[in-house]
């Protein structure tokens, strides 16, 4: 790990599907629980931002999604950003049939105990950053193939309401580090994003290029998805 960080290593996106070796076979063909957790461990002592990303394999997984997000939380001075994806029909997933938006809003809910309607409401209204670091024309993108929630906000807000489930993944939260200047190291500013790909032969690119797909920002500005700048129809290398 310090050699990666010797060489330039900044953050990790590292995948973590439950905490069921059994799952890691199905998935991957080995079981690799215990090395996901060695390299875990190993990021946050050296104190490298991660951001964790977990997909879901229908009928199999489902049940780990809350404890993956509870170790999130957790370890959210280090854990900046928590991505859900859905096996796709390609390479070993052809056979399964993906996740779409509305099936991960309705696993939300049942974790946090909400409707689905208040997850969808939060994330135009409330954030999860637009009106903050994003021009106009990205604030508040209401697109078919993802959905953002600033999560630490959504919790305090729920919380407030008096959802106790809410309450009780807040308090699971550190307080320590909310003061760094780096906010993808701050306990306190916590993405939960999802994304759902339709099959490529459906994929009508015109209207994709005219759709907000997202911006992911830096410390010190605003950078588009590749994915946003690919579909766009620049002329660009890559």
Not at 201 to 215: A, T
Request: with cysteine.
């Amino acid at each position: 790990m310090q050699s990666l960080i010797d060489a330039g290593l900044t953050d990790v996106h590292l995948p973590l599907y439950g905490f069921d070796d059994n799952i890691y076979e199905l998935m991957t063909g080995n079981r690799l629980l215990e090395n996901r957790m060695l390299v875990l461990n190993n990021l946050i002592e050296a104190n490298v931002p991660i951001c964790l990303s977990f997909t879901f394999l229908r009928g199999q997984n489902e049940a780990e999604f809350p404890k993956v997000l509870e170790y999130a939380l957790k370890n959210a001075g280090h854990i900046h950003q928590f991505r859900m994806r859905s096996v796709a029909q390609s390479g070993n997933g052809n056979d399964e049939k993906p996740f779409c938006i509305g099936e991960y809003l309705d696993v939300f809910a049942q974790v946090f105990q909400v409707d689905p309607q208040e997850l969808i409401d939060f994330s135009l209204n409330e954030g999860p950053y637009y009106k903050y670091t994003f021009p106009e024309s990205y604030k508040a993108p209401r697109t078919p193939i993802h959905f953002e929630l600033q999560l630490i906000n959504f919790l305090r807000h729920q919380a407030a309401k008096g959802n106790k489930r809410c309450q009780e993944l807040l308090d699971l939260v550190p307080k320590e580090g909310n003061d760094n200047p780096n906010f993808r190291r701050r306990p306190d500013v916590f993405f939960m994003n999802c994304w759902c790909w339709g099959a490529l032969e459906s994929v009508d690119l015109m209207n994709f290029r005219n759709m907000v797909i997202g911006m992911y920002t830096y410390n010190k500005g605003e950078m588009p998805f590749l994915e946003a700048t690919l579909l766009s129809g620049l002329n660009v290398d890559v």
